[in-house]
């Protein structure tokens, strides 16, 4: 079972990532997903490579760390966008877009509610 991309959002909180920011939103557009960027107050040019027509981009005045960040855009997506699946990625690019189907597939064949992935 495949997951419709429009019922999945990809929330990424972004703080000083102008070096990453645009490859990885670049990659990420291709797959169709909603994606939410959240700018946790950057000061270097992240919010002016985003692409906001393209993805939903959220802004903190103030750097309030990921995990407010993340928040941010979960709440967002569920109050404005229809969504079933949530995946959040970081913006540097450590995470690897090939990868998500596989994460969510659990999920979307309703084995699980949720899946973490742990670095080793």
Do not use: W
Request: with cysteine; net charge negative.
């Amino acid at each position: 079972m495949a997951i419709d991309p429009e019922k999945c959002c990809v929330i990424i909180a972004a703080y000083n990532e102008a070096e990453n920011i645009e490859k990885v939103l670049n990659d990420l557009i291709k797959t169709n997903f909603k994606i939410v960027v959240v700018d946790d107050g950057s000061a270097d040019n992240t919010v002016k490579l985003i692409d906001d027509s393209k993805v939903y981009l959220l802004q903190h005045q103030l750097n309030c760390g990921q995990g407010a960040a993340l928040q941010t855009g979960i709440e967002f997506a569920r109050k404005n966008l229809q969504i079933e699946v949530f995946v959040t990625m970081d913006a540097d690019g450590q995470h690897q877009i090939k990868d998500i189907a596989p994460l969510i597939e659990p999920i979307v064949e309703k084995k699980v509610d949720v899946v973490l992935v742990q670095d080793s």
